[in-house]
């Protein structure tokens, strides 16, 4: 049974920044993709198992990045020069056959999700 819990989320001022993390339990496949999406499911980053290929939505290039820790079965968002527009419940979610496209309904287990903040 997958499961995804992720945490980091908080309040912070706009141009600060965040690392949300997303840690996975029971993945069993060969070759799989983790994403972060916000907001009605909008997609943000995702990055995938088998080559470490990362892909970004046009909004948050160079300024957020995505990366695993294969030893923690974590997942990380990391989140620079956070502007109001950013605030959003963050979801990590996972596809079993390594599609790391924009399409959520391609993602079949979601987390429940961290609320990030950020104030003018």
């Known amino acids: 049974q997958v499961q995804l819990v992720e945490s980091g989320g908080g309040l912070v001022h706009a141009g600060g920044s965040l690392r949300l993390s997303c840690a996975a339990s029971g993945l069993i496949f060969d070759n799989y993709a983790v994403g972060w999406f916000r907001r009605e499911r909008a997609f943000v980053a995702s990055i995938r198992h088998i080559?470490?290929?990362?892909y970004y939505a046009d909004s948050v290039k160079g300024r957020f990045t995505i990366f695993r820790d294969n030893a923690a079965n974590t997942v990380y968002l990391q989140m620079n020069s956070l502007t109001p527009e950013d605030t959003a419940v963050y979801y990590c979610a996972v596809s079993g056959s390594g599609y790391r496209g924009e399409d959520s309904n391609l993602y079949g287990y979601w987390g429940q999700g961290t609320q990030v903040t950020v104030s003018k």
């Open positions: 080559d470490d290929s990362t």
